[in-house]
């Protein structure tokens, strides 16, 4: 997949981004375990910030963004897979997050790597990482709250 505009790869993005906050506002809504609603809302609330970057951004600022290098700790590749459930319990929510968070971020550096179009490309990068600093927040959740229970 390309983008012919930047605006294309904009409009794309925003579809993901309003995929997710709908996916955590809907699994907050659901789920029975109040910490799991707690981090369901927050992951939803970090979507809308995405969307709010992607609604205010100009494209020529796209170039001067840093990109950050965020460490993988690997615990969602490491772990099974979860389907989703309202009766989950909080270590398998924060599992469900992690993968989601996980793919979201494959999903925008292969993105990155098709395109020929530069600014494109480094607005996909950004993202990608963002994605990625999901994943860490998440994954840390996991190591002190339940690989250290253990
Ligand atoms: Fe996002
Ligand atoms: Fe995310």
Redesign the pocket.
Known sequence: MDFQTFQEAIDFAKEK?NG?IHFYESARQVAKNPGSKVLFGEMADE?RR?LKFLEELKEEEIESFPVKKIQDLKISQMTEDVPFSPDLDYRQILIVAMKKEEQ?HLMYADLAAMTTNARVAKLFQVLAE??STHKHKLESEYEDHVLQSW
């Open positions: 981004e997710a979507e995405h979201a963002e994605e």
